[in-house]
Each structure stands twice: as structure tokens, then as C-alpha cells.
């Protein structure tokens, strides 16, 4: 499965953003997608993901209120919403698919999000 993650760039604090991960020459319907964030010097945070069928979501409680995750398997894509967004969300945001929140196999290259203050 190879995913390719994109939407980011830069946007003023309080602002909004909406991340597409689409699965391209081979559908992903059937996988959990979630997606991750880095910033400099962090650990990988696990922001959210989303079941095969729309359902059984995550939300890190960092991003809990301000971001929803959706999918739409016809076009083998899937979304982040991102609202109220705070510079402390700046990371290169990653999405990644696999057959539970726990196990992620395939990762798509990150898209930058910058938040300024």
C-alpha cells in the first residue's frame, strides 16, 4: 500500500487546516489509518486514526475538540480536519495504514504544518 499524505503548510494560530492521505494503485479500505505527528526534537505522537469502516476512532487528548478524522473508502482517502490550531501543533504529519491502532505497516511521506503565534 503506498500513501501519500498532503494539505499541509502555513497557517496563523486559531486557523485550519484539512490533511488528505490517499492510498494510490491499491485501495486501503479494509485498514485502520492513522495518522502521526514529529516536531524537532519530539517523539512520534499518535494524533488520531480511524477503522476500516468509519468507525472505532482515536483522538490523542492533545487534539481532542479541535481535530476530526474521516475516511472515504470510494475515493481511498483519508481526511484530518485540524481547527483551532496552536502553534504547539507544528510537526511534519504523517499518516500511515495497518490492521490495528497498535499495528501500522505502511507509512505515506509527511506533509509540514507550521502554526504561527
Known amino acids: 500500500v503506498q500513501l501519500q499524505a498532503s494539505g499541509g503548510g502555513l497557517v496563523q494560530a486559531g486557523g485550519s487546516l484539512r490533511l488528505s492521505c490517499a492510498s494510490v494503485g491499491r485501495t486501503f479500505s479494509n485498514y485502520v489509518v492513522g495518522w502521526f505527528r514529529q516536531a524537532p526534537g519530539k517523539e512520534r505522537e499518535y494524533v488520531a486514526g480511524i477503522g476500516w469502516s468509519g468507525g472505532n476512532l482515536y483522538y490523542a487528548d492533545s487534539v481532542k475538540g479541535r481535530f476530526t478524522v474521516s475516511r472515504d473508502n470510494v475515493k481511498n482517502t483519508v481526511y484530518l480536519q485540524m481547527n483551532s490550531l496552536k502553534p504547539e501543533d507544528t510537526a511534519i504529519h504523517y499518516c500511515?495504514?495497518?490492521?490495528?491502532?497498535?499495528?501500522?505497516?505502511?507509512w505515506g511521506q509527511g506533509t509540514q504544518v507550521t502554526v504561527s503565534s
Open positions: 500511515a495504514a495497518g490492521t490495528g491502532h497498535s499495528t501500522y505497516m505502511y
